[in-house]
């Protein structure tokens, strides 16, 4: 494995349960966040959103199809698992999120709740 691949394993967790860190960018603007995570080799089906006690994981297992009758001769991914976890503001609706797997990407919209958006006070002539 080289010494760029992100791994992530819980303390005392056995080595072959190991899983991937995927790629993530999160951007925030007035209204939410948006998160996009790289998820290469992973279809809907096998992808699991979580939100519990504040904090959003994120796990999918890789699906590569290889064809009857032929092995791989390399593999890029070499673990089975992708895994991530992340703790969520209270400034958040997360029961309001909306997911999105496009192409191996997962789009992760969730907006702010009510009370955190930005509100404009009207200002009135005297």
């Not at 979580?50 to 199809?65: C, N």
């Amino acid at each position: 494995m080289s010494e760029n691949t992100a791994v992530a394993r819980k303390a005392g967790e056995p080595r072959s349960e190991a899983t991937l860190l995927p790629a993530v960018d999160v951007v925030e603007d007035a209204s939410g966040i948006t998160l996009y995570a790289d998820l290469p080799g992973v279809p809907k089906e096998k992808l699991n959103l979580q939100i519990e006690a504040g904090t959003l994981t994120i796990e999918g297992e890789v699906a590569l199809q290889v064809p009857e009758g032929t092995e791989a001769t390399h593999a890029e991914v070499s673990l089975p698992r992708y895994r991530r976890a992340f703790t969520l503001s209270k400034e958040l609706d997360v029961e309001k999120v909306a997911a999105e797997l496009n192409h191996g990407v997962l789009k992760l919209r969730i907006p702010k709740a009510a009370h955190a958006q930005p509100k404009r006070i009207e200002v009135r002539a005297g």
